[in-house]
């Protein structure tokens, strides 16, 4: 898994130059162009989510896709809000100002945290608790296999070939004696 | 055991109950009769079942000797007042421990042993009396037995008995059906050559043998004592080799005048010289012959000094080399003996001769070289000597006796075998002044008797030329020797017998069972006995053993045999640990159970010969394992997962924490822009 990680994370980093190039340009720089008061309310209220980014060593970015969407809800509000009634940068200047802006914001950033936390320590438990029942599985399995077919069938197919000159060399050896 | 006996209880009972043969006689273990006791066993007291009013009685070979059953046929057919009449054989239960022993019932005579002992002394019998009485009761049924190629073997004083009653008296030979013909022989009773031999060895002999005992017989009554009672029998043989056997025999005693001539004939040392029945017969009819004088070995100018005696002739020279095998091959090789026969003997073809056969001694190595050696020299010095070997002087044709005695004995085998893988009899042959053509098919037989010999394996060896050149002998195993088998059909029935005992063996076959198979039931496959003994496969062994014994089971009609099934099934183990699959195992064993139960040999053959579920074994076997590879190969991912929970968190409980977040986030905006659209 690590190394399938490894190898999503070169994949990513080797694009992620060139897709942050391509997503500044053709969808920051249009934004601010052209929505600028909702750019602005986005690049002040993803500001968590920027920096989860940043600090973030791992090249899968996990703390980032996590307080991302949650980032993105607590935003979401106020900018439609904007779009309903007035999307100007004065609108977007109020709002800002507004400290419930900030405490939905960042409050739904750090619920993203939360996640980011929690979760993953829940997940392994439950994954150890998965795999080791089909641990216990196949240890049953296996033992109902030797069972049925003896301890030979754990034998490598050397220790097979051995087993069966041994036992050959000792039948002959009885029918020397007779 | 399809045997022509039975009897109610005697296995239970101690054999005190009568044993009945063949539903013809009963013979009657409580009464003995210690008088007619014979060389081969006990006799007892038998009578007919129905119709016979005479008398008879039984012997029963104790098995210590080989039986004569060759000859029994042709005896049975004899009903001549001078010779004891045999009734009836065959072999039945005898003893609380259920062994079996070979009877052979005889009319009892009607008057007494004629001598005790050979040493009894008694007055001498008048010559008109040995003339009336004994050659006219006796000579008629040598005439008799030699007519149909018979011989008694047995002639002695004491096996001779009284006839008295029906208004005479006259004589009558014992028996002669319990034991090979001069096995119980004393050996003054024999011709020196006969007399050189081992008594087992000394074949089947000729009626001119007969006559020459029933002269010896006829000195001692005309004496009414042993002549030779102070003299040992090599003491003696030396005599009659130096003297002639009528000079050694007479010695300084005075012998009736109208014996002299019969005497003399009947036991010249020559056999071309010894008068046959028709002399004898001439001078029973009252025509008179100038009496013979016996022919003296050739003596020679000086005597040869070996082993710290004075030769003067071959045939003493020759008895003297095989005793001292060792010395003898020095003098043979130093050449000295070459130089007596050629000067003191003046044989120089005889000198030739032996100088071929001490060279013609190839293969082998040390002492077997050199007994080998010696033993040919010996045979080229005295050809019509039996063939001596080591500590072992047999005719040719008794070889086969021999041998049995041997092996009945433990004693002995080796010298015999090696008799026959050195082809002295066929080198006996080569060297007879006689008889070549008559030969020939005896050096063919001992030929092909060295190729079964030499053959590696069980089924061959010593003990198949045992079985072979004796076709009558039961089966010696150890096994079964008890139940005397003389055919593959009795040997099922007397393992089916020794099966049930407390002290079997492990195996229920030997080299004497296989070689016994082989030699009495030849329809079998000689790969089947290789087999037995070269493969290392146990099972293939135990299956080539039952293929065997299944094959007489069927082809001979024998009746089940559950304990045989069972003894063998605890061979079986290999064959069901061929199979992998335990349930499978047991499955087969079950099967091989109630196979046993049922007694069938075949039905047990097939249990452990089912290719298909051998072939089906093997491959669940072969998908098993790789399953378990399979398991294993995943447990231990699983292991080495489970023991990095740091990573789970960090790359499933990442993604799974982002998934989540996502789902929320997604499910959020979805509610918000819902209620965007509704305001």
Known sequence: MAKRSDGRSRKQSGGGGGGGVAFFVFVVVPAAVFAAPTALLFAVGLVPTFVAAIIDRDPDKSAPMTVGPLNLCGILPFTMEMWRHNHTLTEATRLLGDPFTWMVMYGAAALGWVFYYMIPPMVTGFEVVRWQSRIDSLKSKKVSLIEEWGPEVTFSDEALVRQQQEAAASAANAAARR | ?679
């Open chain 2, 1 to 679: 055991m399809p045997s022509d006996s039975h009897t109610a209880d005697a296995g239970k009972d101690g054999a005190q109950e009568p044993v009945t043969l063949g539903d013809r006689f009963e013979i009657l273990p409580s009464q003995s009769i210690p008088a007619l006791d014979g060389v081969a066993g006990p006799a007892f007291a038998a009578r007919a079942v129905r119709g016979r009013k005479a008398e008879c009685f039984a012997i029963i070979c104790s098995g210590q000797l080989p039986p004569r059953i060759d000859a029994t046929t042709m005896l049975l057919t004899i009903d001549n007042p001078g010779l004891i009449r045999f009734l009836d054989q065959g072999v039945i239960p005898w003893g609380p421990d259920g062994s079996r022993r070979l009877a052979m019932v005889f009319e009892r005579p009607l008057g007494r042993r004629l001598r005790a002992t050979l040493d009894a002394v008694a007055d001498p019998m008048p010559e008109d009396q040995i003339q009336r009485t004994v050659m006219h009761s006796l000579v008629p049924v040598l005439k008799e037995l030699a007519g149909r190629g018979i011989t008694h073997g047995s002639i002695r004083p004491t096996n001779l008995f009284l006839r008295e009653g029906g208004g005479g008296t006259g004589l009558s030979f014992g028996e002669c059906a319990s034991t090979p013909p001069g096995i119980g022989q004393p050996a003054v009773f024999e011709t020196i050559e006969r007399a050189m031999s081992e008594p087992a060895g000394r074949g089947t002999g000729s009626p001119a043998d007969d006559l020459f005992a029933f002269a010896v017989t006829l000195m001692f009554l005309a004496f009414g004592r042993n002549p030779v009672q102070d003299l040992d029998d090599e003491a003696l043989l030396a005599a009659r080799i130096e003297r002639g056997t009528y000079a050694a025999l007479v010695g300084g005693v005075r012998i009736p005048t109208n014996l002299i001539e019969p005497l003399r004939g009947l036991l010249i040392d020559d056999p071309k010289q010894r008068w046959g029945l028709n002399q004898l017969d001439l001078w029973i009819s009252g025509r008179r012959l100038s009496p013979k004088q016996a022919q003296l070995l050739k003596r020679a100018s000086r005597p040869l000094e070996f082993a710290g005696q004075d030769c003067w002739h071959c045939r003493g020279l020759a008895r003297l080399l095989v005793r001292n095998g060792g010395a003898a091959a020095i003098l043979i090789d130093n050449g000295e003996l070459d130089r007596w026969l050629r000067r003191g003997l003046s044989e120089d073809v005889l000198a030739e001769s032996v100088a071929l056969a001490a060279d013609g001694t190839v293969g082998g190595a040390g002492k077997t070289v050199i007994d080998r050696k010696v033993a040919r020299v010996a045979m080229t010095l005295d050809p019509s000597a039996p063939i001596r070997y080591r500590d072992k002087s047999v005719m040719p044709d008794g070889l086969a006796v021999a041998l049995a005695d041997a092996f009945l004995r433990r004693d002995g085998v080796q010298p015999l075998a090696e008799i026959v893988a050195w082809q002295l009899p066929a080198f006996w042959a080569g060297i007879q002044a006689e008889g070549g053509a008559e030969l020939v098919p005896m050096v063919q037989a001992f030929d092909t008797l060295r190729g079964l010999l030499e053959k590696a394996g069980t089924g061959f060896g010593i003990e198949r030329v045992l079985y072979e050149m004796n076709p009558y002998l039961h089966c010696l195993s150890p096994i079964v020797i008890d139940y005397r088998a003389t055919s593959a059909a009795e040997l099922l029935t007397a393992l089916e017998a020794a099966a049930g005992r407390r002290d079997r063996t492990r195996d229920p076959f030997d080299r004497h069972i296989i070689a016994f198979i082989a030699s009495r039931h030849r329809h079998l496959d000689d790969a089947l006995f290789i087999l037995l003994t070269t493969s290392a496969d146990p099972v293939r062994t135990i299956a080539a053993m039952l293929t065997i014994l299944a094959d007489i089971q069927s082809r001979f009609a024998v009746g089940p045999l559950p304990a045989l099934c069972q003894w063998l099934s605890t061979l079986m183990e290999p064959a069901f640990m061929r199979f992998h699959n335990r349930p499978h195992r047991e499955i087969a064993r079950r099967q091989v159970e109630k196979a046993a139960t049922d007694g069938k040999l075949v039905t047990l053959l097939r249990c452990i010969d089912d290719p298909e579920a051998i072939s089906k074994d093997a491959t669940g076997f072969a998908a098993a394992r790789r399953k378990h590879k399979a398991i294993v190969n995943e447990t231990e991912k699983l292991r080495d997962i489970i023991s990095k929970p740091d990573e789970i968190t960090e790359t499933t409980g990442r993604q799974v924490a982002a998934i989540i977040a996502c789902v929320v986030g997604v499910l959020v905006a979805a509610v918000l822009c819902l209620m965007f659209l509704v305001k």
